[in-house]
C-alpha cells in the first residue's frame, strides 16, 4: 500500500507513528558510534535532514524515562530498518543513554535578548523533560533545590520581568541569566549521570542558526560570546559527557565558537565518511520513485534536484524531493518547480548580487550560463568575514548549498575546487534574484534621454545607451530572448505621450512591442526582438526582424487601425550588447 509521504516531518517518531514513507537512513547510527568524535560536527545545507536525523539518534540511543519515573521502550519505531541488522555491540546500546536534545533554530529573533531568551526556553524545556529526576534524588534536599532552581527559571525570569523599569535592568537581568545557562547543559548532565548512573550523549541542531541571525541582526558579538560559553561548558569540560552530536550549515571558525574544544572532529560535505547520511542517493530516489509510480519522472527529478556532491557520493536535495512527490501524487502541480529556494536562507545570494563588483558579475556570468569557476577552499570562515573577501563568499556560497564541486586539486598547500551551480533548482535562485536585482536597478534610472533618442530617431545613440546599462549587470540565461523581451518592455513603458503593448495582434501576426501614440499626430513605434549568441550574428538577427516586419505586415496593420504613421525598429541582443536599426520603407509603402 502507498504510504503517505511525509513533508515536513523532523520527529522520527512521529513520522513512523503516522506511517509516513522513511528513506532508511538508520546506518547513520552505526556510523556514530564507530566513526564519530567524542564531539562530532555535521555542516549540511539546510533542509538536507539533519533535524530528522538527531530524532532518530535520540530515539535511538536514549533511555527515556516519562514523569512518573516508568521507562518507555522504542525499540519498535526500529523494526525492519537497516539498523536492526547490525551486530550486538551496536544493538546493545539501544536505550541505554540519558540524552539531552537541544534545538536553536528559534533563536532567529530580532535582538539579542529575544534570541537568547529562545535559546534558554529550549534549556528549560530539556529540564522539565527530565523532571523525573527528583524521584531519584529522594531526599538529597540541596540537589532537588539546585535541580529546581534551573527548572524553574523561566518562571523566575517572568515574574521578573514585570518588575523591571527600565531597559537597563532588563540588560542587566540578561547578562546574569546569560551566566547562569551559559552551564546549565553541563548542570544538567552531571545530575542525569549522576542519578542515572551512566555517562549523557548531548545533540544540538542548528547551531549556527542564532550566529546567521545575530550577524544581519548586528549582536553577533554578544551572541558568539554567549554560544561559546555554552559549547565549552558541555561539550568540552563535561566529565559526564559521553559524545555529543551538533549540526548546522556552516563551519564556524574555532577561534570564534569552537575555542579550544580540541575532541571536536569536523564532517563536512567535503569528507569522505557519513556521506550517504544526508540527503538522498541515487538508489534510494528510485526505491522512492517506485513506491509512489513515479519513476517515469526519473530524469525530471535528476535535472531539477540532483547534482550535490558529498564527499565522493551524488546526493539529492530530499525536502524539494519530497515536496515534487507529494505535488505530483496530490494532483497539486504537474511540474517541478524551486522548492528549496522558498525555505532556505537566501539573504546571501541576495547580497552578493547587489554589492557584486566586475570581476563577481563575471564569474556569476560564467556559473549561470553553466561554466565552473576554480577556488581554494577553507571551511573555517566566520559571519564576519563573508564580506571580507570574494573568497569567503564562494566558499560560504559552496557549504551553504549554493555550489558544488565538480573537482579537487592541490596548489602549494591549498586545496583548490571546481565549483558550478548544482542543478536546475539551484540556478532558479540566482535566477530570481538576479531579475529582481535588475529590475530595481532599471527602475532606478532616468531613461529622459533614450526617450529623446527614440523621438529622434536616434538608433545609434539608443544602441550605445541600452548596452551601457546591460554592460553593468550580468548576462542573463544563455542570451533568453523571453528575458530581453521583459527589459526592452521596463525600458519603454514610460515613454511621455505613448503607452506599451506587448505581444498584441497587428497586421497578420503579433510585434514583441508596441508603443501607440495619446496623440493623432504622433507616429506608432514597432519593435521586433531577437537574440543571438555570437556578437557577428547580430546583423543577421537584425535582417530577421525586418523580414518578419515585412511579412507580417506589421506597419500596414498599425497604418489600417488610423494612425497617422508607423516606425519599426529591429532590435538584436547577444550577451551585454544591443544593435537597434530602423527599418527604411520605400516610398510606396508611405
Not at 210 to 232: C, K, Q, T, W
Not at 398 to 411: A, C, D, R, V
Not at 505 to 513: A, F
Request: proline share 2%; with cysteine.
Amino acid at each position: 500500500m502507498m504510504k503517505k509521504i511525509g513533508v515536513g516531518y523532523e520527529n522520527f517518531k512521529k513520522l513512523i507513528d503516522d506511517g509516513c514513507y522513511f528513506v532508511d537512513k538508520s546506518l547513520l547510527i552505526r556510523d556514530v558510534v564507530e566513526k564519530g568524535g567524542a564531539v562530532t560536527l555535521f555542516t549540511r545545507p539546510r533542509r538536507f535532514g539533519k533535524t530528522l536525523a538527531m530524532s532518530m539518534l535520540q530515539t535511538f540511543f536514549e533511555k527515556e524515562i516519562d514523569r512518573a519515573g516508568e521507562w518507555i521502550d522504542n525499540s519498535h519505531y526500529f523494526i525492519g530498518l537497516k539498523i536492526m541488522d547490525e551486530r550486538e555491540e551496536i544493538l546493545s546500546k539501544m536505550g541505554t543513554y540519558p540524552v539531552i536534545k537541544l534545538s536553536l533554530k528559534s533563536a532567529r529573533q530580532g535582538d539579542f535578548a529575544s534570541s537568547f531568551l529562545k535559546i534558554r526556553d529550549e534549556i528549560v524545556g530539556e529540564f522539565e523533560r527530565h523532571s523525573y529526576l527528583k524521584n531519584y534524588m529522594g531526599a538529597d534536599t540541596d540537589k532537588i533545590t539546585e535541580y529546581e532552581y534551573y527548572e524553574q527559571a523561566m518562571v523566575r525570569w517572568m515574574e521578573r520581568e514585570k518588575t523591571f523599569k527600565s531597559g537597563t535592568e532588563r540588560d542587566e537581568a540578561i547578562r546574569v541569566e546569560c551566566s547562569l545557562f551559559s552551564t546549565a547543559l553541563k548542570k544538567l548532565s552531571e545530575f542525569l549521570k549522576r542519578y542515572l548512573d551512566k555517562k549523557v550523549i548531548i545533540l544540538i541542531d542548528e547551531y549556527d542558526v542564532p550566529l546567521e541571525n545575530a550577524y544581519y541582526g548586528h549582536f553577533y558579538d554578544r551572541m558568539v560570546g554567549f554560544i561559546r560559553s555554552l559549547f565549552e561548558s558541555a561539550l568540552k569540560t563535561n566529565d559526564a559527557l559521553e559524545f555529543g552530536i551538533v549540526t548546522g550549515c556552516l563551519r564556524i571558525s574555532k577561534e570564534s565558537i569552537f575555542t579550544g574544544l580540541n575532541n571536536l572532529k569536523i564532517n563536512s560535505i567535503l569528507s569522505g565518511d557519513f556521506s550517504e547520511g544526508f540527503g538522498f542517493t541515487q538508489s534510494e530516489i528510485d526505491e522512492l520513485l517506485t513506491h509512489y509510480d513515479l519513476m517515469r519522472d526519473r530524469d525530471e527529478v535528476r535535472d531539477w534536484y540532483d547534482g550535490y556532491l558529498f564527499g565522493n557520493k551524488s546526493i539529492y536535495n530530499p525536502w524539494s524531493v519530497i515536496c515534487y512527490i507529494d505535488e505530483k501524487i496530490n494532483g497539486k502541480r504537474l511540474y517541478p518547480r524551486p522548492y528549496w529556494a522558498n525555505t532556505s536562507s537566501n539573504s546571501i545570494v541576495k547580497n552578493m548580487i547587489e554589492k557584486a563588483d566586475e570581476n563577481v558579475r563575471n564569474e556569476l556570468d560564467q556559473l549561470i550560463s553553466g561554466n565552473q569557476i576554480e577556488k581554494i577552499v577553507h571551511e573555517d570562515i566566520t559571519y564576519e568575514d563573508i564580506d571580507r573577501s570574494e573568497g569567503n563568499l564562494w566558499n560560504f556560497l559552496f557549504f551553504t548549498g549554493y555550489l558544488k564541486k565538480i573537482s579537487e586539486s592541490m596548489l602549494d598547500d591549498d586545496i583548490v575546487i571546481t565549483l558550478t551551480i548544482p542543478n536546475r533548482e539551484v540556478r532558479s535562485i540566482y535566477s530570481n534574484h538576479i531579475r529582481e536585482w535588475f529590475d530595481n536597478k532599471v527602475k532606478a534610472l532616468d531613461f529622459g534621454e533614450l526617450y529623446r533618442a527614440l523621438l529622434d530617431r536616434n538608433t545609434e545613440y539608443m544602441s550605445d545607451y541600452i548596452s551601457e546599462i546591460l554592460s553593468k549587470s550580468i548576462s542573463y540565461f544563455d542570451g533568453s530572448e523571453s528575458f530581453y523581451h521583459g527589459y526592452m518592455l521596463q525600458l519603454l513603458s514610460n515613454v511621455p505621450g505613448y503607452f506599451a503593448k506587448s505581444n498584441r495582434e497587428v497586421g497578420n501576426g503579433r510585434p514583441d512591442i508596441v508603443l501607440y501614440p495619446n496623440r493623432a499626430k504622433d507616429p506608432v513605434y514597432i519593435f521586433e526582438l531577437k537574440a543571438r549568441k555570437k556578437f557577428n550574428e547580430m546583423e543577421d538577427g537584425i535582417e530577421e526582424a525586418f523580414l518578419q516586419i515585412r511579412d507580417m505586415k506589421y506597419i500596414e496593420g498599425a497604418l489600417e487601425e488610423g494612425y497617422v504613421d508607423a516606425i519599426a525598429f529591429g532590435v538584436c541582443f547577444c550577451k551585454k550588447s544591443c544593435i537597434i536599426r530602423e527599418l527604411k520603407r520605400q516610398k510606396q509603402d508611405n
